[in-house]
């Protein structure tokens, strides 16, 4: 886990952070994300997300009246969300921790989120750790959503740091759709996996080669507008394209194994 956490040290080192933007991003580039959480949550909720990065979706969350505890292994990052959120009077709390071994106590939290995280765990067991906290942590009738993208990304990103000799691109471990699901099933027997948002690995890597020519944000958030408006069509396209998403429901029946 050192690794994941000097990775993402990194990766947030050369990034250009501006939350006022993500947050306001969330409903135009990422309506499956936000549709879920709208759906899901309420302001008497507690939601924890696994792996917050920057606190984007806590904040969110915040600003629709539901109280979130922010989780992530990089100490840099937490201190600058906890900042945003002291100076704003949001209602959420982050702290320093790993989500294989969560701080807080069973059946604690309304609701459980990851997005993007658990892909960059060198070993299924490290995954699998993962989720079995979630399990723990997560009452009876919550809610989880955990994200990571289909096998393109991870196979494209083993290429760049191949080429590159570990000095482009992050590492991913690939998980199919299938694959992905019977993981989930650590957390609850009610869970399923589905493929959205088609495009938008192909739309990441024009990105990256139109701002290092020198386009500008407007024009590149622009294609980015028309790749998320793409019809999610052919399916076979979704064995490789998209993210995939993991819903996962904890029946008030569940039983503790």
């Not at 906890?82 to 949001?90: T, W």
């Not at 982050?94 to 070993?123: K, M, Q, T, W």
Request: glycine residues 6%; proline residues 4%; aromatic residues 12%.
């Amino acid at each position: 886990m050192e690794k994941v956490r000097s990775d993402w040290a990194s990766a947030y080192k050369r990034a250009k952070i501006d939350l006022e933007r993500e947050l306001y991003d969330i409903e135009i580039f990422e309506r499956n994300v936000a549709k879920f959480l709208s759906e899901s949550f309420k302001a008497d909720h507690l939601v924890l997300e696994a792996g917050c990065g920057t606190g984007r979706f806590c904040f969110w969350l915040n600003r629709k009246g539901v109280s979130c505890i922010g989780i992530d292994i990089v100490p840099e990052i937490v201190k600058k969300a906890a900042f945003y959120a002291k100076e704003r009077g949001l209602p959420t709390q982050f702290i320093v921790a790993d989500v294989c071994n969560l701080p807080l106590r069973d059946e604690s939290i309304d609701g459980y989120i990851s997005l993007g995280v658990v892909e960059h765990f060198r070993s299924t067991a490290e995954v699998i750790k993962a989720f079995k906290e979630c399990r723990r942590v997560l009452k009876r009738g919550g809610r989880a959503l955990i994200i990571i993208p289909n096998v393109l990304v991870p196979l494209r990103n083993r290429l760049l740091l191949y080429i590159s000799r570990g000095r482009i691109g992050m590492f991913h471990k690939a998980y199919t759709k299938t694959t992905f699901r019977q993981l989930g099933r650590i957390i609850t027997p009610d869970v399923k996996a589905e493929v959205f948002d088609l495009w938008l690995p192909i739309y990441n890597l024009f990105d990256g080669v139109l701002k290092r020519l020198g386009v500008g944000e407007k024009h590149r958030r622009r294609l980015r507008f028309a790749f998320t408006r793409l019809p999610e069509k052919p399916s076979f396209l979704k064995y490789f394209l998209g993210y995939i998403y993991l819903f996962a429901n904890k029946s008030p029946l569940h039983l503790k194994y």
